[in-house]
């Protein structure tokens, strides 16, 4: 099995102060590693893809049990 990448994706901290779950509204979390926004509310993760969030909730996956 292969590594999972890491993209390591830096994003605008105000634009992280203004965006929320598009689903639940509630805050998200920055994990920067996975370049994904994270919903604990709605359990996803949205993708970061060239520096632009991706707030699709049909484009996020669902976090596993150990996300």
């Given at each position: 099995?292969?590594?999972?990448?890491?993209?390591?994706?830096?994003?605008?901290?105000?634009?992280?102060?203004?965006?929320?779950?598009?689903?639940?509204?509630?805050?998200?979390?920055?994990?920067?590693?996975?370049?994904?926004?994270i919903s604990r509310a709605a359990r996803l993760a949205y993708p970061i893809r060239d520096g632009v969030p991706i707030m699709l909730p049909e484009e996020a996956r669902e976090l596993a049990d150990g996300d």
């Open positions: 099995m292969s590594e999972p990448v890491t993209q390591d994706v830096e994003i605008d901290p105000r634009l992280l102060e203004i965006l929320v779950c598009p689903v639940t509204h509630a805050p998200l979390e920055y994990d920067r590693a996975k370049g994904e926004l």
